[in-house]
């Protein structure tokens, strides 16, 4: 029911804004997060914009460096990625809870895209 784009190869230093859109889901009900699954390695938390007040969290590899929003006129949420490392590659998912807080569990979280890939490479 969610929908992440944006995805693609990027050098590092580069900029990228992933999109997240919903089918059938109205995203301002929910807080919305980010996670990435790098290869062979756990899925990890990025990110999460609440779903009243639009407070913010950011896990320490990203902050200053990534950027979440949302736009309740298009349903949609949005992850501004700056200074993009090659770490920073993996697959990104957005995923939505009801909570009216963030929360960095996974488990909370239960909606999800189907992911987009984003490889910072030279």
């Known amino acids: 029911q969610l929908q992440a784009s944006g995805g693609g190869l990027v050098q590092p230093g580069g900029s990228l804004t992933l999109s997240c859109t919903a089918s059938?889901?109205?995203?301002?009900?929910?807080?919305i997060a980010w996670f990435r699954q790098a290869p062979e390695k756990e899925r990890e938390y990025i990110s999460c914009i609440t779903r009243i007040g639009g407070k913010t969290d950011y896990a320490d590899s990203v902050k200053f460096r990534f950027t979440i929003s949302r736009d309740r006129a298009k349903n949609t949420a949005y992850l501004q990625m700056n200074s993009l490392k090659p770490e920073d590659t993996a697959v990104y998912y957005c995923a939505a809870a009801a909570r009216g807080i963030c929360t960095r569990d996974e488990t909370n979280y239960r909606y999800w895209g189907q992911g987009t890939l984003v490889t910072v490479s030279s």
């Open positions: 059938e889901l109205t995203l301002p009900s929910y807080s």
